[in-house]
């Protein structure tokens, strides 16, 4: 191995740092985006439980909002019930895009290193091919050893940064479309919560309309 790194120049440096790189965005962003971990299942469920049984205090809310990304939607949903509606959708916005951008973290990262290895390999075949017609200037078509030597960076380097380039971008897409996944998710978890919200409250209101009585008739 360490033969095949040297052979294929300095280039093979840079490269091998990118797969390093991409690698621990991998293991880091599969670790993170587990399902339980960022919206765990019966959790509007046991929120709305609470809600009903009147036990929904500082510190359970507080736990809420720490305790994953869909527990701070919800429990913004929650602090914002006493605007209404559009309240509790406005508080839930603004947190969601904060809880995205956390999901979509190293992305960038990812996606650059699966652009920019190619291109380091498509620099390392050119140096590669310059060293051959360099040497041919030098020494004539006579001494192999030295026109092998930069073919051989030449496709080294290519085929490390390709080796690099399509895994990266694979699981670029793949977590991509995970984190896409979670967000549809968490937000259908929390139009739920700000619709079972709003009817509750408009059946309250009707039911103490109900109970005004009534003037009596002249």
């Not at 949903?77 to 969601?96: D, F, N």
Request: glycine content about 10%; hydrophobic content about 45%; aromatic content about 6%.
């Amino acid at each position: 191995m360490f033969e095949i790194v040297q052979a294929g120049g300095w280039l093979m440096v840079p490269i091998i740092l990118c797969s390093i790189v991409s690698a621990a965005i991998c293991v880091e962003r599969f670790w993170t985006l587990r399902g339980e971990q960022i919206a765990p299942r019966n959790l509007l469920a046991q929120v709305w439980n609470t809600i009903k049984s009147n036990e929904l205090d500082a510190r359970k809310l507080r736990d809420l909002r720490n305790g994953s990304p869909l527990g701070q939607i919800l429990a913004a949903g929650i602090s914002g019930q006493r605007g209404g509606r559009e309240a509790m959708k406005e508080a839930i916005e603004e947190v969601a895009g904060h809880v995205v951008h956390e999901l979509e973290r190293y992305l960038n990262t990812l996606g650059t290193v699966a652009a920019i290895t190619p291109l380091l390999g498509l620099l390392g075949t050119v140096v590669g091919m310059i060293r051959v017609f360099t040497a041919i200037k030098l020494e004539g078509t006579g001494n192999s050893a030295v026109l092998a030597g930069g073919i051989s960076e030449a496709l080294i380097t290519t085929a490390a940064g390709l080796t690099v380039a399509i895994p990266s971008l694979f699981f670029y897409r793949f977590i991509q479309r995970r984190v896409d996944e979670l967000v549809v998710h968490m937000e259908q978890e929390a139009i739920k919560l700000v619709e079972v919200m709003n009817s509750e409250r408009f059946e309250r209101a009707e039911g103490r309309r109900s109970e005004v009585p009534q003037a009596a008739p002249r």
